[in-house]
């Protein structure tokens, strides 16, 4: 039981670049979020689904897209990374009950 | 706008102390809390979560909840050099709503 998993661990993108940051969860959740955490910002929602085949913008969504592939996996695009999107990301999904459990975060440095 | 308020610390306390952690929030509505912790450079994992008024313990922590003056805390008895973390405080409206994460406090014990 892996838990939620994420990949790629670390990625350095120059200015322009797009990528495809990778979550999958193995409990069995229906919600599935994505945040990003900078230093003195706290944790910041960017997308989450709160069920397969729905998707809502969070507090911070502009430069992102997601895609909810199936229940188990959720994605994160950039489409043209920019240095303030240097950051970590963490993934994470839930059941009704609300309680959150996170992937290990992938680190993204944008030049 | 739906906020979480917590004091950035440092706290600092010696080994064996009470650590003292509080968190305000904004929403009334707010019905679920929730206790993470985050060591550095890694995802956060939930501690506790409490629901009702009053106190809930799991060794070594207890959560208190006061919905009438809208704070939720932490206290860690007998605090280690291991509990030196920051701690992050969450709060959710309803189910299968987003928690809404205050920036977290860290807290360093002194040996």
């Known amino acids: 039981n892996a838990g939620v998993t994420q990949t790629p661990k670390f990625q350095v993108l120059k200015t322009g670049q797009s990528m495809t940051l990778q979550c999958a969860q193995d409990?069995?959740?229906?919600?599935m979020y994505w945040y990003r955490q900078d230093p003195g910002m706290g944790l910041r929602l960017i997308y989450y689904s709160a069920s397969e085949g729905t998707t809502d913008k969070g507090e911070v969504p502009n430069g992102y897209n997601v895609s909810r592939l199936n229940k188990r996996e959720f994605s994160l695009r950039l489409e043209s990374a920019a240095p303030s999107q240097t950051s970590v990301y963490f993934c994470?999904?839930?059941?009704?009950?609300?309680?959150?459990?996170f992937g290990p975060g992938t680190r993204l440095l944008v030049l | 706008q739906k906020e979480v308020e917590q004091n950035s610390g440092p706290l600092s306390v010696p080994e064996g102390a009470i650590a003292s952690l509080n968190c305000t929030y904004s929403?009334?509505?707010?019905?679920?809390f929730f206790w993470y912790r985050q060591y550095s450079g890694k995802s956060p994992e939930l501690i506790m979560f409490i629901y009702s008024n009053g106190d809930k313990e799991d060794g070594r922590f207890t959560a208190q909840l006061n919905k009438a003056s809208q704070y939720v805390s932490l206290l860690i008895r007998d605090s280690q050099p291991s509990d030196s973390a920051t701690y992050l405080c969450a709060v959710a409206v309803s189910g299968n709503t987003p928690l809404v994460f205050g920036k977290g406090t860290r807290l360093s014990v002194i040996a």
């Open positions: 994470a999904s839930s059941e009704v009950t609300e309680t959150q459990y």
């Open positions: 929403d009334r509505g707010s019905q679920s």
């Open positions: 409990m069995n959740h229906n919600s």
